[in-house]
């Protein structure tokens, strides 16, 4: 088991990126970026939280929508500089409106 | 459906990040990273490409292990800046051996 943040690699921005996965469903709903502190407030809430790239702020998923996310658990990989966050979700991840960001499929080379 | 490698948004340095998924079981195995050259060659030979960052250079996952990654598709994210694969794989993901490389818990904040 890990407990501290320390033992995360952080990229040169102070970002990780975090693959968020539907606990029930196994459906992966979305990849957000963690900083140190959007990590360690979603360990200490439970709840997902970001560092938004754009808005160059942190952001607690769901505040606008209220469509929170759970945290059931967080896994790091071999490296320590990707996690995985399954989750129980109250409403879609994508502000699409739809249960995940995932939603653009990408056709084959060959037209099949 | 989308065609163009010219639809995606990669980062400054050229890459964008690929979540990798068991199309099987629905586990998460990786997160890697992709040149527009590796998605390019993921595309046209259907087997998972990356760029490595540490050696910086295209990596076909398998090329040491012979644990190739057949794609069984490809879905962009609402921002087309993170690509899901989802992938049948011929052995485990990670160079540990285990099948996948999230396999790091991270256990939580209270020590329950």
Same mark, same amino acid.
């Given at each position: *088991?890990?407990?501290?943040? &320390? @033992?995360?690699?952080?990229? @040169?921005?102070? #970002? =990780? /990126?975090?693959?968020?996965?539907?606990?029930?469903?196994?459906? !992966?709903? *979305? #990849?957000?970026? *963690?900083?140190? @502190?959007?990590?360690? #407030?979603?360990?200490?809430?439970?709840? +997902?939280?970001?560092?938004?790239?754009?808005?160059?702020?942190?952001?607690?998923?769901?505040?606008?929508? $209220?469509?929170?996310?759970? +945290? %059931? @658990?967080?896994?790091? &990989?071999?490296?320590?500089?990707?996690?995985? %966050?399954? !989750? =129980?979700?109250? $409403? /879609?991840?994508?502000?699409?409106?739809?249960?995940?960001?995932?939603?653009? /499929?990408? &056709?084959?080379?060959? $037209?099949?």
């Amino acid at each position: *088991m890990m407990n501290q943040a &320390d @033992e995360l690699q952080f990229d @040169e921005k102070g #970002l =990780l /990126p975090a693959i968020i996965q539907d606990a029930f469903s196994q459906q !992966v709903l *979305m #990849l957000g970026w *963690m900083s140190r @502190e959007s990590y360690e #407030l979603t360990r200490s809430t439970g709840l +997902v939280h970001f560092w938004s790239r754009s808005r160059q702020r942190l952001w607690k998923k769901g505040e606008t929508s $209220g469509n929170f996310m759970q +945290v %059931v @658990e967080i896994i790091a &990989d071999c490296d320590r500089d990707a996690l995985l %966050v399954r !989750v =129980l979700r109250k $409403g /879609p991840a994508c502000h699409t409106g739809m249960i995940t960001c995932f939603h653009n /499929p990408v &056709d084959k080379e060959d $037209g099949k």
